[in-house]
């Protein structure tokens, strides 16, 4: 077991592991990253590198030798999985190390972010234990394995996110979409909308989430949430 690194003068180590309240008006987002070959004394470099390349990190620590939490907060420069992805292979070569990435959800700045962290760490460390390959992880990926094995565990981030992103008309729309297979047209047309209206509103959903519900992972995800909590929220 990696020995803890002493954080507590980070500004937000109170906030992860502390219960205390988020200062910041914007929404956050927790980036963990697991090293299976550590980088040892290189480790100011890469946080150097990492600032460098993601201008929205408000903070950033090691908690372990092997493990480091990224926190950042969204804007328009917020980067998708897929560039997180590459941007993270090209750091494993430059520092010689293998990195996993877990790329949480955007929260809102209201939300106990320790019990957050606590099942978003909880569910990386857990992914990990199958996920030996992956380079890069998200919720949509890994969602459907959850709901298939249950996801007790991590109850209260699903049910904050819940009630974060869906209002009634987006719970119908995201319904529609699912019963249609994602296609925009017939759900449009199910719905009596507009079809450049209701692109218009999957657009401001993935402004607000970052997620596309013209990718059915992103979809799943979404579905199986308003799925398992519509009528607890009633």
Known sequence: MQPEIDNRNHPWYPILFEHQPVQEPEWIRLLQVHFTRTIDSLQSEWITEIQQMLPSVV?????????????????????????????????????????????????????????????ESTLFKNELKT?????????????????RNGFSEYISLFRTLYLDWFEEETETIIQSLWRNQGNASSTAKELFMHRNSLLYKIDKFQTLTRLNLKNMDDLLLCYLLIDQFTHQSN
């Not at 030798?65 to 907060?73: D, G, L, Y």
């Not at 996920?131 to 709901?147: C, E, I, N, Q």
């Open 59 to 119: 903070d950033l620590f090691f908690l372990t030798e092997n493990h480091a939490v990224i926190v950042e907060k969204q804007d328009g420069a917020n980067l998708p999985i897929e560039d997180l992805d590459g941007l993270f292979v090209a750091l494993d070569m430059d520092f010689d190390c293998y990195s996993q990435l877990f790329v949480g959800p955007f929260h809102h700045p209201r939300h106990d972010f320790t019990t957050l962290w606590t099942s």
């Open 131 to 147: 996920k030996t390959t992956s380079k890069s992880m998200d919720l949509p990926k890994v969602v459907f394995s959850l709901f």
